[in-house]
């Protein structure tokens, strides 16, 4: 009896030393090694890991790919003293497995340091800047790049120095107004652009009323300019024809008044016309009848 209890009490210690002598680590994985609870190995490459029994040796593992972490929702005060609501995410790693473990433990102790580090940081580099550096409609008038950059830079040495945590990069997820303030900010933006578009249509209607002075004093010239030319060639013209009346009526006279005066009936004569001439009128004299049929 007292053989068969020391042979089940003996396969169980060496099952219990396989079973724990012996560690697989993954492709994903760190694995460090602790000598009663003291970190003593780190173990980077993916196999089979050989080790003294627990408790003696201990493997903790840690995640070694890149991981991302959103930050909640903070409010923030700028330069000029405006409140702005904010918040980031990150990517990180774990660099330093010794470090990490000394100083963090676990992952979610990790993620709680770098939510407060990010959050502190991004609160000191907003307090840097105006309003109007950060939230702007100018193409090229945004410093969000640049006070992204500082968190970034900042976080990345504090992490790596006191969490052996190696941060990839550090972006904005959302950056806005405070709810209770959104009202006045859109009657404020309203305002602006009622501004604005007023100052727009000033400007058009000055412009307008310019093109239209312009037009009108152009047309005044042309219409000027064309009256002149065109007295010009009526006076050109009459002065021809004057000569060539005058040449006709030196030619021949009688012709000439002959001409002139049916010229003249044509003008003042048609079925509806009366006239009432003295006999010596200058257009009485082709009215009346020849002689012969008296």
């Known amino acids: 009896m007292r053989k068969t209890l020391a042979l089940i009490v003996a396969l169980a210690v060496i099952g219990y030393v396989a079973a724990t002598a012996f560690a697989a680590v993954a492709e994903t994985e760190i694995a460090i090694v602790t000598f009663f609870s003291?970190?003593?190995?780190v173990v980077t490459e993916a196999g089979l890991l050989v080790?003294?029994?627990d408790p003696v040796n201990s493997v903790i593992r840690i995640d070694r790919r890149v991981m991302a972490l959103d930050t909640p929702v903070v409010e923030y005060l700028t330069q000029d003293k405006k409140n702005i609501v904010a918040s980031s995410f990150l990517l990180w790693r774990v660099a330093e497995?010794?470090?990490?473990i000394q100083s963090v433990r676990d992952l979610a102790a990790a993620e709680r340091r770098l939510t407060d580090l990010a959050g502190s940081e991004l609160g000191?580099?907003?307090?840097?800047?105006a309003l109007s550096d950060l939230l702007t409609t100018a193409e090229k008038g945004s410093k969000l790049e640049e006070l992204i950059e500082k968190v970034t830079m900042t976080v990345r040495e504090q992490a790596l120095k006191d969490y052996g945590v190696e941060v990839v990069a550090v972006r904005l997820r959302r950056l806005g107004f405070p709810p209770e303030n959104l009202g006045s900010v859109y009657n404020r933006m309203r305002s602006e652009r009622e501004r604005i578009a007023t100052k727009y249509r000033a400007?058009?209607?000055?412009?307008?009323s310019y093109i239209r002075s312009e037009t009108d004093k152009q047309t005044r010239e042309l219409v000027s300019k064309a009256y002149r030319e065109a007295q010009e060639k009526r006076g050109i013209g009459e002065a021809e024809a004057m000569k060539i009346y005058a040449a006709a009526y030196g030619k021949d006279t009688e012709f000439y008044q002959f001409m002139r005066t049916m010229d003249s009936y044509r003008k003042i004569l048609d079925s509806r016309t009366t006239l009432i001439?003295?006999?010596?009128?200058?257009l009485f004299k082709y009215l009346e009848r020849p002689p012969r049929e008296r």
């Open 277 to 282: 001439l003295s006999t010596d009128s200058p």
């Open 38 to 41: 003291k970190p003593v190995r």
């Open 124 to 129: 000191a580099a907003v307090s840097g800047y």
């Open 203 to 208: 400007e058009g209607e000055e412009e307008a």
């Open 51 to 53: 080790k003294w029994p």
């Open 97 to 100: 497995p010794e470090r990490f």
